[in-house]
């Protein structure tokens, strides 16, 4: 079974074109490194819930939608190997500086899973 590592951040609507454009750019380079799967999708009915939400996971304010994100590598160490590769990757350098990012990046987050089941 393969290892994917998830992402939940909230994006203003006014900057989706540019955080969608970052995307397609860092997606590429993951899959040039050997990840087998990027997928970017936009919330579209994410109502709050009663105790917990993905607009209450990111605090999302008016005027932003929640984005959740996935990255699917062979393994764990593919995907160890991989993110250092795109972590170090040049062409990402203006991904590193968080003032710059169309979305606040203090209210990302990711974690890494091990597949179990794919039907």
Known sequence: MSYVDAFVLP???????????????????????????????????????????????VRMQAGETVIFAWVRYVSREERNRILEQVMNDPRLADMMNHARLPFDAKRLFWGGFMERIRL
């Not at 955080?19 to 899959?31: D, H, Q, S, V």
Request: glycine share 10%; with cysteine.
């Open 11 to 57: 994006v203003p609507l006014g900057r989706l074109d540019d955080y969608l454009r970052l995307a397609r750019r860092a997606g590429e380079i993951w899959k040039e490194y050997g990840a087998l799967e990027y997928v970017e999708c936009v919330g579209d009915d994410i109502r709050p819930g009663e105790h917990t939400s993905f607009p209450q996971s």
